[in-house]
């Protein structure tokens, strides 16, 4: 019987018994069983942040949207098979191929990429860019304007 057979028995909002007490390993490695398993292979329309190419070839990133955010990884052997990675970077619009996939360690899930092409510059970024050239133009950035950090904040 699986983890989420055994915690739906007899399943009361208020009842927890002793013996429905999981670790938190084999909780996660449930939830890996469950998204890995029901998900599989996906293609992910987003736009990349982050972009964080590794000493080992292999480049992390994260997908976003107007809704949300998932954390990518494309490994070295992935990556040297994708035209145009080198010109990739924050910003641009994607759909990436791939799997999802959960890393125990950080119990966070991701998608491990196999292929990813870019659709064009993400609207995110070009918001993103447009509100920091305003605020430049403000002025909010000149560095007459920053002040010190007080050693003892009275507030904050």
Not at 18 to 31: A, C, F, H, M, P
Not at 55 to 71: Q, R
Request: glycine fraction near 10%; include cysteine; proline fraction near 4%.
């Amino acid at each position: 019987m699986d983890l989420f057979s055994r915690l739906e028995e007899d399943r009361d909002e208020t009842d927890f018994p002793e013996d429905r007490i999981v670790t938190v390993g084999q909780l996660t490695s449930s939830i890996k069983a469950v998204l890995e398993g029901g998900i599989g292979a996906v293609s992910v329309r987003g736009e990349i942040s982050n972009w964080r190419p590794a000493a080992s070839g292999h480049i992390y990133f994260s997908l976003k949207d107007t809704e949300a955010v998932i954390s990518a990884a494309l490994f070295r052997g992935s990556a040297i098979r994708v035209k145009g990675v080198g010109a990739m970077k924050d910003g641009v619009e994607v759909i990436c191929r791939g799997r999802i996939s959960v890393y125990p360690p950080r119990g966070s899930y991701q998608i491990i990429v196999e292929s990813m092409e870019a659709v064009g510059s993400g609207g995110l970024q070009a918001k993103f860019e447009a509100l920091k050239k305003k605020l430049q133009a403000e002025g909010l950035f000149d560095q007459e304007r920053k002040r010190a950090i007080p050693a003892f904040p009275s507030r904050i």
